[in-house]
């Protein structure tokens, strides 16, 4: 129970506020200089790029977590990359995961290794930013067109038969506050046609922050508190090779641990390279039923 008077809960804010935004202010001035001996790793040739991107992804992942150790150190989000609940599968899988707060991709690529995703084709063509992601095995996730969509589930395909993990979020935008968005069917539809497994990890954040509308400079009063509990996998062969009964199965089974709703009538949102390729993925299902 809470029992801080509103004077003090209203001087952690303003604390809170302060760190955060000294926090943005440090990474905007030393995350060039990372990114430049990041990229100067990725220029350097290798006799083995699937070596090289292991190493540069394990670069990424302990970044990653050092930035996460930062923030629970000022005491503006409690998350700590090392306490992830459970044990993710070895070997090639999608990794799924609820899609609650801005910090996703981080939250979860801290946490597991050998992971790679999808990458907005205007992010991922910058030509300072492209050998990073490209060295570490991201892919170019498209322009939000239907040839993106394609483009994201070929090179998705791609990665995980080299032997990577591929983190995908169902939803393909940030969830409503108590609400999960519907689950679409590219990521399933993937799995069933590679025969990979789907491996669920699920998102608790309580109070929220940083859901779609809030500001990274305004955190809640109350400490922001993130946990990571990797679920039990879901085999395609179990399904028959059915991608529209895993979707279901999956979102269900995220729905009843949230204790969260799924709404299926939701303002537009604008497209993001997961989604687009979750899009396609449905279309491609629904054409080949």
Same mark, same amino acid.
């Given at each position: 129970?809470?029992?801080?008077?509103?004077?003090?809960?209203?001087?952690?804010?303003?604390?809170?506020?302060?760190?955060?935004?000294?926090?943005?202010?440090?990474?905007?001035?030393?995350?060039?200089?990372?990114?430049?001996?990041?990229?100067?790793?990725?220029?350097?040739?290798?006799?083995?790029?699937?070596?090289?991107?292991?190493?540069?992804?394990?670069?990424?992942? @302990?970044?990653?977590?050092?930035?996460?150790?930062?923030? @629970?150190?000022?005491?503006?989000?409690?998350?700590?990359?090392?306490?992830?609940?459970?044990?993710?599968?070895?070997?090639?899988? &999608?990794?799924?995961?609820?899609?609650?707060?801005?910090?996703?991709?981080?939250?979860?690529?801290?946490?597991?290794?050998?992971?790679?995703?999808?990458?907005?084709?205007?992010?991922?063509?910058?030509?300072?930013?492209?050998?990073?992601?490209?060295?570490?095995?991201?892919?170019?996730?498209?322009?939000?067109?239907?040839?993106?969509?394609?483009?994201?589930?070929?090179?998705?395909?791609?990665?995980?038969?080299?032997?990577?993990?591929?983190?995908?979020?169902?939803?393909?935008?940030?969830?409503?506050?108590?609400?999960?968005?519907?689950?679409?069917?590219?990521?399933?539809?993937?799995?069933?046609?590679?025969?990979?497994?789907?491996?669920?990890?699920?998102?608790?954040?309580?109070?929220?922050?940083?859901?779609?509308?809030?500001?990274?400079?305004?955190?809640?009063?109350?400490?922001?508190?993130?946990?990571?509990?990797?679920?039990?996998?879901?085999?395609?062969?179990?399904?028959?090779?059915?991608?529209?009964?895993?979707?279901?199965?999956?979102?269900?089974?995220?729905? @009843?641990?949230?204790?969260?709703?799924?709404?299926?009538?939701?303002?537009?949102?604008?497209?993001?390279?997961?989604?687009?390729?979750?899009? &396609?993925?449905?279309?491609?299902?629904?054409?080949?039923?």
């Amino acid at each position: 129970m809470n029992i801080r008077s509103e004077p003090a809960r209203l001087l952690l804010r303003a604390c809170r506020v302060l760190a955060a935004s000294l926090s943005v202010a440090a990474y905007a001035s030393l995350a060039p200089f990372g990114y430049l001996g990041f990229c100067a790793l990725a220029l350097i040739p290798a006799r083995d790029p699937k070596a090289r991107a292991h190493r540069l992804q394990g670069i990424m992942r @302990r970044a990653f977590a050092f930035m996460h150790h930062w923030l @629970r150190w000022v005491r503006v989000l409690d998350y700590d990359p090392r306490k992830l609940e459970g044990v993710v599968m070895e070997g090639p899988c &999608i990794v799924i995961a609820n899609h609650p707060a801005l910090d996703d991709v981080t939250t979860v690529m801290s946490a597991i290794p050998r992971l790679c995703t999808a990458v907005n084709g205007r992010t991922f063509h910058r030509f300072w930013l492209r050998p990073l992601l490209e060295g570490a095995g991201q892919f170019n996730g498209g322009l939000n067109n239907l040839l993106g969509g394609q483009l994201v589930l070929e090179n998705a395909a791609v990665r995980l038969r080299q032997g990577f993990r591929v983190l995908v979020f169902p939803e393909g935008a940030r969830s409503p506050r108590g609400q999960l968005r519907p689950f679409a069917r590219g990521a399933f539809e993937i799995a069933c046609r590679l025969g990979v497994p789907i491996q669920p990890v699920l998102i608790r954040a309580e109070p929220l922050w940083l859901s779609r509308g809030d500001s990274v400079f305004l955190p809640p009063a109350d400490l922001p508190r993130k946990r990571v509990e990797v679920l039990d996998r879901l085999d395609p062969a179990a399904f028959n090779g059915d991608s529209r009964a895993m979707r279901d199965i999956a979102e269900a089974m995220y729905s @009843r641990l949230l204790e969260a709703p799924v709404a299926r009538s939701l303002p537009s949102s604008p497209p993001t390279a997961q989604h687009t390729a979750n899009r &396609i993925g449905d279309t491609q299902s629904e054409r080949r039923a």
